[in-house]
């Protein structure tokens, strides 16, 4: 914007002040016009004031003069309407361009929209996305890792002496261990036991003390 206006300094005023000069000068013939139109009139009432006296010759000429009168207002008139439709065409012109401007500068900004949603570059997108994500995810696999290889320990031969171990201990089969012993042991803190749930082993103390009560009774 600040080397169109080195270039063009004074572009938009010189149109602004064309318009308003335009205006004026229509100004300017109306009251012509009307100076005219007061000369007409006059020069016909003179002309009927002169058929009274009876000067033919000098009535014709005041009726010259009305009519020489009238043709400039027409003439004029005429030289206005053309103005005032040019000064309307650069109105309708400038509205026009203003127009031109807002829809090119939408399409623009519609074109750099398109660009940025087309179709190819979203699926191209989501593509990098999915293979963004797997590689994350096999990141965390590496992360996470097999301890018996990542710690270099061997553990099949204890594996096998402690299944052995316990084949033997049960005659060459192995235990049937009840399911309420199949839980792991947990290496954190037991979670405190809600309200009204108990464990077999508390109920079984329970069941003992009645049993002492009763027969201590």
Known sequence: MAIKKKLFPRKGKEKTELVIQAK???RKIALSNKTYNKRAEIARKNAKIAIKRGERTRAKNYLIHHKQYQMKV???NNIRSKIERQIEAISEGRMISMTGDLMGGIRDELQTIATTVAPEKIAEIAEDSELYVSEIEESAEI???DPEIDLA???TDELNQLE???LLEQGGQMPEVPDDELAYISDFEEIEEEPGVKTKAKLEDEI???RKELEGS
């Open 24 to 26: 004026a000068h229509i």
């Open 74 to 76: 027409d003439r004029q």
């Open 143 to 145: 992360l996470a890792g």
């Open 153 to 155: 320990i061997d553990i």
């Open 164 to 166: 052995t171990e316990m």
């Open 208 to 210: 003992d003390k009645l």
